[in-house]
């Protein structure tokens, strides 16, 4: 089991720029694929971006291309999210997710492990 600890968010402007941070635990989390979800009020938690174990192969749900970006540093066990030009319908809880396989998916049924999340506020 891998344990994730999120930080980073808080209250920004439109137009601002946060970046979340989500800490693992664990030796194996090198192998994993990680993803970041979102859950705004009253709705469904939705997937936000994703990365492969190394790295080169990242995937993001249309609203954020451009504006995010995912990365991660194996040496520090931290998968990080770069958010860019955020906007009030980004205001949601991030949530950090660990899928114990390489194999890439937007699917949250598919991720193990999840952190307790990170408020982000986007007032405009």
């Known amino acids: 089991q891998v344990q994730l600890v999120e930080s980073g968010g808080g209250l920004v402007q439109a137009g601002g720029s946060l970046r979340l941070s989500c800490a693992a635990s664990g030796r194996t989390f090198r192998w994993y694929v990680m993803g970041w979800f979102r859950q705004a009020p009253g709705k469904e938690r939705e997937f936000v971006a994703g990365i492969n174990w190394s790295g080169g192969t990242t995937s993001y749900t249309d609203s954020v291309k451009g504006r995010f970006t995912i990365s991660r540093d194996n040496a520090k066990n931290t998968v990080y999210l770069q958010m860019n030009s955020l906007k009030p319908e980004d205001t949601a809880v991030y949530y950090c997710?660990?899928?114990?396989?390489?194999?890439?998916?937007?699917?949250?049924?598919?991720?193990?492990?999840w952190g307790q999340g990170t408020q982000v506020t986007v007032s405009s």
């Open positions: 997710a660990a899928r114990r396989s390489a194999v890439m998916t937007t699917a949250e049924h598919e991720y193990n492990d």
